[in-house]
Each structure stands twice: as structure tokens, then as C-alpha cells.
């Protein structure tokens, strides 16, 4: 694919995976609802095969390939949820999966790729390392690289969650969705842009690794430098592939601190009882932090994911 997935793309993506995948559901919650003075519809990514949305994208890479290419298996580098999905989603193929990763990244992402079955080669915690590693794995076995998001499979297969977030809930005045390298929101706008065009997309992000709202706002890409925020899972800077749909079609990008993640992500366990890492609760921080902006409104949140160390939570007992 070498062009922005079109809705048709999507739908396609969307039956591809279908065999694999969950159709998450949306769920409401009338006290978070009295809470922000706002109709809140929560698409839940955190009951998705391996967690995370991720899964989506990485399913519909994998199964675009042709049969030559796939025989090579496929690799990528991640230390997050990417390597998870791919490693799953070529065990689904019957194929190898050969993932790059940090040698600091934790231990309890380790063993879950490896417990998905992909191949797991360690590197030195730097960009340059990840890449020389993926290159020398593509040298010895021709295996496919599949990025984490500046892909286009990647974005059309994450834009099947709001396609299905679209066809439940209709009338939407708001999508508020994360936004890290940019896949899931680029994905969201793409389909809602071609479906409910009268709905707004806004990203979600961490004031502290703003790099896409401030590359919004400047035009051009500002690549992140070395953010530290507790939501791991949007460290990444936007791909070009990625902002390109993002400065078209997203309409803002909102910034909330910490302090306002943690909020949300301890109201989502309470009132919801449901568990969300804390880059998914970066999407309803953001509704919390701008009651006036969305007041009375009708907003989709896409809760990314559910994949949190259970010894190491942002709050004391």
C-alpha cells in the first residue's frame, strides 16, 4: 500500500483480521459521565487479544503479505506492545517472528513476546542499535521488517477500532484517541474523516512528551528528545507517513500532565472496575482536564490498552 488507506481499505482490513481479532465493546459509565458533564462512550482495546489495539494493525500487516514474502517470517524493534502483536499475529500465519529489543526493557514484556512465540534478540537501549540489529536479521534471513505504526497495513488495521467504535455509537460530536507514533490516531481520523465527518478528532497526549502536539502546531515533524512520562506506551515520535494524515485530519492535539493521567487512570479502575494502562487513560485525562471544551457533548475514547505492571502501580494503596 503505497497511499493513505481509503474507508474501503479499512473495511477490508477490518474483514482480514475479523477471524483473530475481538470486536471490542463500548462501554458507558454515568458516574464518569456526572463527573466530566459529558456522554462518554469507552472503546475497549484493553480486552483486545494481547492487550493492546496493537494487535490489529500487526494482524493485518502480516496478512497482506504474499505467500513468497511471508516464508521469510517478518521482524521489527519494539520493547512494547508491537512486539507482542507481531510475535502473535505470525504465530497466527504459521510464520517466524524475529523482534529487536531493548536489553533494558522490562522483564515482564520479554517474557510476553517471547511467550508469543517470536525470537527475541537484545540490543544496546539506543535507536541505532534497534536499527543495525533489524538489519542484520533482514541480511541473514530476508525476513519482512513490519514497523510499529509509520506503516500504512499498520494504520488502515488500527483504524478497524474506530470503524467499530463508528458503527456502534453514532452521533458523536468527539473522538479523543492517544497519540504516541501516531498509527492509532491516524487510523481514527482516516475513518472518521470518510464516516462521520461532522465529528472532531482529538489526540491525547502527555505534556510531558508533547512532541506531536508542538510538531502540529509547527508543520513539520519534532522528534521527541528522550521524554519521561508514565505513559510508556506514547514515547515514540510521529512518522512522516502518519503526521501527514494527522495534520490533515486531526483537529487538535490536547496535553495533560501526570498528575492528570494518574487521576484518570484510578477513575477508570473505580468507577469502571476495569483495568487500563496508563497511556489509554491519557484519552479521558484529556476530556477531565477540558470539561468547558466538551461539555454536554457526545465523545468516543479509544482506551488503548490494558497491559500494566500489576507491582509497580502509580498510586500507594
Given at each position: 500500500m503505497t497511499s493513505p488507506p481509503t474507508i474501503t481499505d479499512i473495511h477490508e482490513a477490518a474483514e482480514r483480521i475479523a477471524p483473530y481479532i475481538h470486536n471490542t465493546p463500548v462501554l458507558t459509565c454515568r458516574s464518569i459521565d456526572a463527573l466530566c458533564g459529558a456522554s462518554l462512550f469507552f472503546k475497549c482495546e484493553n480486552f483486545?487479544?494481547?492487550g493492546a489495539f496493537k494487535i490489529r494493525g500487526a494482524t493485518n500487516a502480516v496478512f497482506s503479505l504474499t505467500e513468497e514474502e511471508a516464508a521469510c517470517g517478518v521482524t521489527t524493534h519494539s520493547s512494547g506492545n508491537h512486539a507482542a502483536a507481531l510475535a502473535q499475529a505470525a504465530r497466527w500465519r504459521g510464520i517466524t517472528a524475529q523482534v529487536v529489543m531493548p536489553e533494558n526493557a522490562p522483564e515482564i514484556k520479554k517474557t510476553a513476546v517471547a511467550g508469543y512465540g517470536a525470537q527475541i534478540h537484545l540490543c544496546p537501549s539506543t535507536l541505532q542499535a534497534r536499527e543495525e540489529g533489524l538489519a542484520e536479521i533482514q541480511r541473514e534471513t530476508g525476513a519482512v521488517f513490519i514497523p510499529p505504526y509509520n506503516d500504512w497495513r499498520i494504520v488502515a488495521g488500527q483504524g478497524?477500532?474506530?470503524l467499530e467504535l463508528s458503527q456502534e455509537t453514532k452521533d458523536l460530536d468527539f473522538v479523543v484517541a492517544p497519540v504516541g507514533g501516531g498509527g492509532l490516531l491516524s487510523g481514527t481520523?482516516?475513518?472518521f474523516s470518510a464516516l462521520s465527518p461532522n465529528t472532531s478528532v482529538i489526540g491525547a497526549e502527555p505534556?510531558?512528551?508533547d512532541d506531536a502536539c508542538r510538531s502540529l502546531k509547527a508543520g513539520h515533524i519534532i522528534p521527541a528528545d528522550n521524554p519521561k512520562t508514565i505513559a510508556d506506551g506514547l514515547l515514540t515520535s510521529l512518522?512522516?507517513?502518519t503526521f501527514?494524515?494527522?495534520r490533515q485530519h486531526v483537529a487538535e492535539i490536547l496535553t495533560v500532565s501526570e498528575e492528570e493521567i494518574i487521576r484518570a487512570m484510578r477513575t477508570i479502575w473505580e468507577r469502571m472496575k476495569i483495568i487500563v494502562e496508563p497511556s489509554a487513560a491519557v484519552a479521558l485525562a484529556v476530556?477531565?482536564?477540558?470539561r468547558e471544551k466538551f461539555s454536554e457533548r457526545r465523545i468516543g475514547l479509544i482506551l488503548s490498552g490494558g497491559n500494566v505492571n500489576l507491582a509497580n502501580l502509580p498510586w500507594k494503596a
Open positions: 483486545q487479544k494481547v478497524t477500532a474506530a481520523a482516516l475513518a505534556a510531558n512528551a512518522g512522516d507517513l501527514s494524515v494527522i476530556v477531565m482536564a477540558n
